[in-house]
């Protein structure tokens, strides 16, 4: 069916899209479905259209690995990103937890260092109050 459009012109050849056209030698041929990429037996890839007539497979393949290769590295960055996010929020919020722990301690060893000189300082005064009457 697409050997009917050789020597014709590129458009009419991939108004079929299993058609494939040849610029070099003007055929247009079957795409070899079973393949990814058309053989050089075919047709030679800087010659070779597929679906539009202004992108030849050599473009299109190095077209399609560098958009590939920047999603690939956006989402590398990405991913790197969220997890230096998610451990820097880690850090900062083990942090204060730590410290209001510390400091929560320190309060109450002052705490009962207080009382310990209030219960001293009372036993003393009521030991002086006995000693001079005064009770």
Request: with cysteine.
């Amino acid at each position: 069916e697409c050997h009917q459009y050789t020597n014709r012109s590129c458009e009419e050849c991939l108004k079929n899209v299993t058609c494939l056209w040849c610029a070099s030698s003007g055929r247009c041929v079957e795409y070899p479905i079973r393949r990814v990429l058309p053989p050089a037996s075919l047709c030679e890839l800087r010659s070779a259209r597929w679906g539009v007539c202004w992108v030849n497979f050599e473009a299109l393949i190095i077209a399609m690995s560098v958009v590939g290769g920047t999603i690939l590295i956006t989402l590398g960055v990405c991913c790197c990103w969220c997890c230096c996010k998610k451990k820097s929020k880690k850090q900062v919020s083990e942090g204060p937890d730590k410290d209001d722990e510390r400091a929560a301690r320190e309060r109450e060893k002052r705490r009962v260092r207080q009382e310990e000189r209030r219960a001293e300082m009372k036993s003393r005064h009521d030991e002086i109050r006995r000693k001079y009457g005064t009770v």
